[in-house]
Structures are given as structure tokens and as C-alpha cells.
């Protein structure tokens, strides 16, 4: 069982950066793949970025690659969303989640309860 708390949302003008924290509850934290999705109104929930346990590989979304970068501390069992040159259409509600197997774009195991992300422009 793994918990997850997102952190670090918020409003930001168009060009501005924000970092998302995610925290995670658990011994087992280095075992599982963390990924990054997000939900703008009226739409579906959509893959961002993930990681592997090891924090060795990254895979992104073409509309955020170069701009986001996704990483991880497993000493502290967190995983960050740098997110740069922020566009109105980043506003969304962001989630992260988990789980043991990497290639997946959607069907994770656990979930954060989200942290909101406005970009005005």
C-alpha cells in the first residue's frame, strides 16, 4: 500500500515555473515507478511524466517535454514536477501516482488526491 500527497500547486502568470512535491507513505517507495497526470476541466485525466524506481529513466508527454522535468529523492520518498515556461493550457488539477510496472500510460495503482495548478495569461 503506498499514500501519496501532492504539494506545491497553485496560480502562476504564462513563462512563470512551479515545482510539485509528492510524498509518499511506505518502506517500499524505491520499488514502484512514479508518474506525473493531470485533469483540465471538462476533460479526460492525461499522462504528463514518469520515472522509474531508480530515478534512472524518464519518459514525457510531447506537450510538456522541455519544459517539465520529472525527478525523485528516494532517501525522502518524494518525486517533483519542475514545471517551466507554464501556458494557460497547463492549467489543470495535477495528480501523481504509482506503480511496480513502468510502461504504463494510464490504469496506475495509487493515486494522490491532486493539487491545483492556474496559469493565467
Known amino acids: 500500500q503506498v499514500q501519496l500527497v501532492e504539494s506545491g500547486g497553485g496560480l502562476v502568470q504564462a513563462g512563470g515555473s512551479l515545482r510539485l512535491s509528492c510524498a509518499a507513505s511506505?518502506?517500499?517507495?524505491?520499488?514502484?515507478?512514479m508518474a506525473w497526470f493531470r485533469q483540465a476541466p471538462g476533460k479526460e485525466r492525461e499522462f504528463v511524466a514518469r520515472v522509474t524506481s531508480s530515478g534512472s529513466n524518464t519518459f514525457y508527454a510531447p506537450s510538456v517535454k522541455g519544459r517539465f522535468t520529472i525527478s525523485r529523492d528516494n532517501a525522502a520518498n518524494t518525486v517533483y514536477l519542475q514545471m517551466n515556461s507554464l501556458k494557460p493550457e497547463d492549467t489543470a488539477v495535477y495528480y501523481c501516482?504509482?506503480?511496480?510496472?513502468?510502461?504504463?500510460?494510464?490504469?496506475?495503482?495509487?493515486w494522490g488526491q491532486g493539487t491545483q495548478v492556474t496559469v493565467s495569461s
Open positions: 501516482a504509482a506503480d511496480r510496472i513502468y510502461f504504463k500510460l494510464s490504469g496506475w495503482d495509487y
Open positions: 511506505g518502506r517500499t517507495f524505491s520499488s514502484y515507478a
